[in-house]
């Protein structure tokens, strides 16, 4: 028993020996919170006999929460805790409404529409609107159905939806999402509210089942997660919340730090626990943080401090533009012992470009979480709705998708015929078939279509292999050979290496229609690259955007493109609520660091095609210069000594000379100096060959304060920027 409490602090201890009242633990960044609750379940499994069937534990991440079982597992090695509930609040409303949907209605292998299959439904349903104007529309029935409205919902008149029909559009989208048999993400919360409060039974069977509930990351819950909390909490059940209403980073998402505000209120006899001594961070780091997160109006005061050594003083790094930022991080993390516990953090997906394109450029390797996201390739898009159309006749959009994906001579007549006959679309299939509403063409590829589709459920009906499958549709529905006939050999490449991966995937799921159901859950909930959990390379950098850093923590960690309308990514002038929202952001990727901190900064910047001059981050100034080394450069940057570093791999062979050119460059010189390698005069159109990418077109130049930026698209599919100036490109015929 001791040792599960001996690595706690006092206040921590506490938190976890409580079993009476409803806990809100309210502290900083890095001061133990999720360690309480880790802390509390392996103390109420080994302690107090509770069966981790009785628990459940909410978390913001699918990652996090594998990353907490594991913890936990290793806390209390000899109890089985597979019955644990250890979910986000989406993967829980889908575990509930995958038993008890038929309750509302739902089907139990409904499929779940992601934002761009929302967007497409809602298209579908207004075939002669523009689909950038039912953008905005979508974004705000999404923004509502967060706030667990729906479109009849009173509320809807008071707030800002002022768009002419907006209930129209809302109503038609909720129809036509019920018609699919499918639900969106916002529906995972609210139609899992919806069945607990209309069937008793079921909301006592939770509320007596959870003797307790933890939900981490609790300041970035949105009103109608709160609302389905409210649904699971029986008289006998505790609830522990841990949040930092400074690291609230989710308002966009409809997130409110109302909730932490009124939990007490709900839950009146609440116990308020805070924790203030952080053991993440140096002392150095945690001023850094504090000194701009003070700014913020809306906050608690919190106290903060750290037992932790000073460390080394947080360090800026300024840099000409976007490329030579990359350069000086990479050279950076050359220094260092491993990659392993090192994270460059940015605002922006697209920002990760150019640093992978230095890090694979020097053989560092890197792994970029939680981006380019695997499901959402197109190729990937038709797999899953060829497969979700076999698990859901009633899925329109999958229907839509791929009924003419490769063409089978289905038109827009043959369709609108089929579509005519029921909203179950293999019966409306048949019925077009056997009433002879197609014509030849048409007819073959509908009776083509069909019996696939019969053949598929008869395969997993039978319980089969998975991989199996995937095969048998891939081929059969003519999918991979359309991507073999793809002309472009990169793209074709590309495809069909994710095609493959999908069906390597699927080897380690269960057989048959649960397994594919669990499948096509995780994928679409997960959000993270396929495979990446099992594939990830521990001795690697890690790139994600500041949003994906949440109750994560590294040794070294660089927090970039520290320019106003990057981060924060608002102009002058904005609400200060978005100021607040950015600080916050900005908060949370500077505390994530443990030993080393370093903060960067770009004159120029590329965005949209365009140079822009950039202004250092207002966040930058609020930060005493005492507190970090190095100054903020603006225009015309130097190079530092950072570029004398000699890189600590020595299997780093092949560093492009336009790299070397730079690394040799002696401090202080000024870049106006820096010697020109060629002066090749590079037209778009160009041939090249480089010695790092091998064979490309050049696909765009740029001439911008003075500097000529080329595009080049390289034959293995990686797009490159290059300088003129350090470009080390040849020209071939
Ligand atoms: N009492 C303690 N003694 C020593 N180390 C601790 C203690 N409590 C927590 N830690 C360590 O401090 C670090 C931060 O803890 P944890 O991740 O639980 O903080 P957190 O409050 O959840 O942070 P965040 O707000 O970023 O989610 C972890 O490495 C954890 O193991
Ligand atoms: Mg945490």
């Known amino acids: 028993m001791t040792s599960l409490l001996s690595s706690l602090n006092e206040m921590q201890k506490e938190a976890v020996l409580d079993f009476n009242n409803p806990l809100l633990v309210l502290a900083g960044a890095g001061s133990g919170k999720t360690r309480v609750i880790t802390s509390k379940i392996a103390y109420a499994i080994k302690e107090m006999n509770y069966s981790p069937y009785r628990i459940l534990a909410v978390t913001f991440t699918n ?51 992601d934002d761009e299959d929302s967007l497409n439904l809602l298209c579908n349903a207004f075939p002669d609107e523009k689909k950038g104007d039912l953008r905005e529309y979508m974004k705000q029935i999404s923004k509502a159905k967060d706030k667990g409205y729906n479109s009849s919902s009173a509320e809807l008149n008071g707030l800002a939806y002022h768009m002419q029909g907006f209930r129209t559009y809302f109503a038609a989208y909720e129809n036509a999402l019920r018609k699919s048999g499918c639900v969106d993400f916002a529906d995972l919360i ?75 209120y709900y839950y009146p006899n609440t116990r308020i626990i805070k924790l203030e001594e952080n053991y993440r961070s140096t002392k150095n780091i945690l001023r850094v943080a504090s000194s701009v997160i003070k700014n913020n109006k809306e906050r608690h005061d919190k106290t903060i401090f750290t037992n932790n050594e000073s460390g080394e003083l947080p360090e800026l ?46 053989r560092i390797p890197y792994e970029v979480v939680g981006a380019l996201r695997f499901y959402e390739r197109e190729e990937i898009k038709d797999a899953l709705a060829l497969f979700s159309i076999i698990l ?41 078939i056997k009433d002879n509403k197609l014509s030849g063409k048409a007819k073959s590829g509908a009776t083509a279509f069909l019996d696939m589709y019969k053949k598929g459920c008869e395969l997993l009906n039978n319980n089969c292999v998975l991989k199996d499958f995937a095969v048998f549709m891939l081929d059969s529905s003519g999918l991979k050979k359309l991507y073999e006939d793809e002309k472009d050999e990169t ?6 290496e994710n095609l493959s991966s999908l069906v390597n995937a699927l080897e380690k799921i269960a057989p048959g229609r649960e397994g594919l159901i669990s499948f096509l859950e995780s994928i679409t909930l997960d959000r993270t690259t396929l495979g990446s959990d099992d594939e990830e390379n521990e001795d690697s950098v890690k790139l994600m955007t500041m949003h994906n850093t949440k109750g994560l923590e590294f040794d070294t960690v660089f927090v970039t493109g520290l320019e106003d309308g990057i981060m924060p990514s608002v102009r002058e002038g ?15 990727a500077v505390t994530r660091a443990k030993k080393k901190l370093f903060l960067t900064f770009a004159s120029k910047r590329m965005l949209w095609g365009s140079w822009n001059s950039q202004k250092p981050s207002r966040f930058l100034k609020e930060i005493p210069k005492s507190f ?41 010189t000024k870049s106006s100096e820096v010697k020109v390698v060629k002066n090749v005069n590079y037209e778009v159109g ?48």
Request: aromatic share 10%; glycine share 4%; proline share 2%.
């Open 392 to 432: 859901n006749p009633h899925d329109r959009i999958s229907f839509l998708r791929i009924i003419n994906k490769p063409a089978r001579g289905i038109g827009k007549a043959a369709l609108e015929q089929i579509l005519s006959y029921s909203d179950h679309l293999i019966d409306s299939l048949e019925f077009a």
């Open 317 to 362: 790094i300024s840099s000409i533009d976007a490329d030579e930022e990359a350069l000086k991080v990479r050279m950076l993390i050359s220094r260092l012992p491993n990659y392993k516990s090192v994270a460059i953090l940015y605002r922006t997906n697209a920002q990760s470009r150019e640093f992978e394109t230095v890090l694979s450029c020097f």
């Open 686 to 733: 160009d041939r090249v060959i480089s010695p790092n990418y091998g064979r490309g077109e050049i696909i765009s130049k740029e001439i911008k304060n003075g500097k000529t930026v080329i595009r080049v698209r390289f034959e293995k599919g990686n797009v490159a920027l290059f300088n003129t100036m350090y470009a080390n490109l040849t020209k071939v015929e």
């Open 574 to 588: 904005s609400e200060i609520d978005d100021v607040e929202e950015e600080r916050r952001l900005f908060y949370v």
């Open 491 to 496: 793209i074709r490449r590309g495809r069909l």
């Open 628 to 668: 970090y080394k190095g100054e903020i450069e603006t225009a015309n940057a130097s190079y530092t000594n950072h570029f004398a570093f000699e890189p600590r791999r020595s299997n780093i062979t092949n560093t492009p000379s336009w790299a070397q050119n730079i690394v040799k460059t002696p401090t202080k």
């Open 63 to 113: 990652k996090a929460a594998k990353e907490m079982r594991e913890r936990i597992n290793s806390m209390i090695p000899d109890e089985n805790i597979a019955g644990l509930e250890m979910r986000t609040f989406h993967s829980f409303g889908a575990y509930v409404l995958r038993r008890y949907g038929s309750k509302i209605g739902l089907n139990d292998s409904f499929t779940i529409y």
């Open 190 to 264: 609210i139609r899992t509210t919806e069945l607990l409060e209309q069937n008793d039974d079921v909301r006592e069977y939770f509320q007596q089942r959870f003797k307790l509930i933890l939900v981490d990351e609790y300041q970035d819950t949105n009103a109608s997660q709160f609302k389905l909390l409210k649904c699971l909490v029986g008289k006998d059940t505790q609830l522990v919340v841990v949040g930092d209403d400074d690291q609230s980073i989710y308002k966009f998402r409809g997130a409110e730090i109302k909730n932490i505000l009124s939990f007490e």
